[in-house]
């Protein structure tokens, strides 16, 4: 609909041209033609709940009786909150556990099938498959195989003679583990993908010079892929980062925040404010708010960091586009 | 010479040896998947485990159909697949256009708004978002499913990314030529953005069909649900029949699969030119 109106707004404003209208003005309404569908839905549907979402983390609403602007009472509130500071501290926990083990696994992953081997095409598309594979499924399927009672990993731990076996998502210690595997299993061959895409862009006359010079695989790893990849690599980390930190799916389906508040997150924590028992909008968007500026800082210091070693990388794509 | 052929065998040998373990760990779980969807109930857990069952008991791929409505959820969820990569793909291209080709006050300044948000979890907005469909009596509709997935700023990033390697040269000479910035965009553009359109439709497709939280949140009604509620559902109602969970499973991941084998020899080189690599 709105894509119609704007353009037989863009179609009326091509004859007022000849009227004279200024050629800049007539190509910006055409500009804005393209951009107004999206634009438009985005603005309503992300933009003003965005804008919404900061004014509410200062009030106090059930959705029933009208708001009350309380200040900064929500994040006082949340100080003596036993469930969120559970919620906080496991939610870096799955950060620290899944961001460095995912980059690394997808990074090994698509060296391996950068490689020429044999059935190339099959084995990127098994490693992707986890990734577009239904979560709800897949979480099933995983929920049986680690079952701790029946399930196939641990009667082959069983058969090996293993005692005292893993309880996994029911116990206390091994239900993050068992999110984070799961997590990383999940999405590594999405990551995997970017990676492979980083690598076809990479120079192979370095690595003919690398061996000249006599270094070894390993060196070249160190010394020619990684300072290439750099650029992905920055990409991958602070796609992962966001995606780790709002993690809500993975800890629903395989552990329901349990056992007790043994894998209670931050999002987990914002629905059961929300849309379980007693809404308690306000304090739900003020920890978001929390989950926000978290992911925000940690952006922030990912791109400081990636300052200095941005340098010499623009530099060489200066060189490749001239 | 003879040192370093050995030593190229012996690591031919190790990439083998991790391409079949790779396999072997992520397809194990497919496997048992179809193998358990296949059994009895009470030979699912069975040790040692048989991968293929003695006898193959089909019906249960017929009993998964009258336990839950499951045909509605599967055509609820692909009513909403479609209709969202649908507006995704040609709302995200349209404004891509813009960004990348033309030129007018704001772009930039524009094109940052869209990134900045880019950053910001959708959960850190979900709640307020829901009030606020909530006031437009939005929720319990697949209205509201459509709204707040066909208007990704991902898309248009996505898109404008790959249009930036087209050279402008090529619009300049169709500009020429007489075609309208439409008649580019319909005519140039398009088709040569079918790598980058693929990306966005398996991204797309697949997010919106394995989506569980939004429709979590905003479908209520069991006639609206769709695969992924149903199949949570399925679990919790069935917790113990272990077969039919894991053959309605299967059922729910095959639209997936068939709309990633279809697309995906376009989706590497989707990904590597449409510069995801940042």
Not at chain 1, 218 to 230: G, I
């Amino acid at each position: 609909m709105p894509s119609q109106a704007n353009k037989s707004a863009a179609a009326a404003a091509t004859p007022v041209k000849k009227r004279g209208m200024k050629k800049e003005t007539r190509e910006a309404l055409i500009a804005y033609s393209f951009i107004a569908p999206n634009f438009i839905g985005f603005c309503v549907f992300t933009l003003v709940p965005v804008i919404f979402a900061f004014v509410l983390a200062f009030m106090e609403w059930d959705g029933v009786h009208a708001a009350k602007f309380i200040g900064l009472d929500n994040f006082i509130r949340m100080a003596s909150d036993p469930n969120f500071k559970a919620a906080f501290v496991h939610t870096i926990v799955y950060v620290i556990g899944t961001v460095p083990t995912t980059i690394i696994c997808a990074l090994a992953l698509a060296i391996l099938l950068n490689q020429k081997i044999f059935a190339r095409n099959f084995f990127r598309t098994v490693s992707f498959f986890p990734y577009v594979a239904s979560l709800v499924a897949v979480a099933a399927v995983w929920n049986m195989l680690f079952n701790p009672s029946m399930g196939p990993v641990n009667q082959f731990l069983a058969s090996l003679g293993v005692e005292n076996l893993p309880k996994w998502a029911a116990g206390n210690d091994t239900a993050m583990l068992t999110v984070i595997m799961f997590s990383v299993w999940k999405n590594m061959g999405y990551y995997m993908v970017i990676f492979l895409a980083g690598l076809q862009g990479t120079n192979p006359e370095l690595y003919e010079a690398a061996s000249l010079d006599g270094a070894n695989k390993w060196q070249q790893f160190w010394n020619v892929t990684l300072p290439q990849l750099a650029p992905t690599t920055f990409f991958v980390t602070i796609m992962v980062v966001i995606q780790s930190f709002k993690v809500y799916n993975e800890v629903y389906m395989i552990t329901q925040g349990g056992p007790g508040t043994s894998t209670l997150v931050l999002v987990y924590q914002i629905y059961n404010e929300a849309f379980i028992g007693t809404p308690e909008y306000g304090y739900a968007s003020a920890l978001s708010m929390v989950l926000f500026l978290l992911v925000l800082a940690v952006t922030i210091i990912q791109f400081k960091a990636g300052e200095d070693k941005d340098a010499p990388k623009k530099k060489k794509h200066a060189k490749k586009a001239a | 010479m003879v040192k370093t052929k050995s030593s190229s065998i012996i690591g031919k040998i190790i990439i083998y040896a991790l391409l079949i373990l790779l396999a072997f760990l992520m397809l194990v779980p497919f496997a048992w998947m179809l193998s358990a969807s296949v059994k009895y109930n009470k030979d699912v857990f069975s040790f040692p485990m048989k991968w293929i069952p003695d006898e193959f008991i089909w019906e249960n791929y017929s009993t998964i159909w009258t336990r839950i409505p499951l045909l509605t959820f599967i055509l609820n969820t692909f009513k909403l697949t479609i209709i969202v990569t649908v507006l995704q793909v040609l709302t995200s291209s349209f404004a891509a256009y813009a960004f990348s080709k033309l030129r007018f006050k704001g772009r930039n300044a524009l094109f940052l708004g869209y990134i900045g948000t880019i950053a910001v979890p959708w959960q850190a907005y979900m709640v307020p978002q829901f009030m606020m469909m909530r006031e437009f009596h939005l929720n319990n509709t697949h209205l509201a499913i459509i709204c707040l997935q066909a208007f990704s700023a991902f898309g248009v990033f996505l898109m404008r990314q790959f249009y930036e390697g087209i050279p402008d040269e090529l619009c300049e000479a169709a500009r020429i030529d007489g075609l309208s910035e439409y008649g580019i965009y319909r005519r140039i553009m398009l088709p040569l953005s079918l790598p980058a359109i693929s990306t966005l439709v398996i991204f797309t497709f697949v997010t919106t069909w394995n989506d569980f939280l939004g429709p979590l949140i905003y479908l209520n009604s069991t006639d609206l649900k769709t695969v992924q509620l149903g199949l949570r559902m399925f679990i919790t109602q069935y917790s113990s029949d272990y077969n039919l969970i894991m053959a309605a499973s299967v059922v729910s991941l095959i639209p997936v699969l068939i709309v990633f084998l279809a697309l995906q020899k376009y989706f590497v080189q989707g990904v590597a030119s449409s510069g995801l690599k940042g």
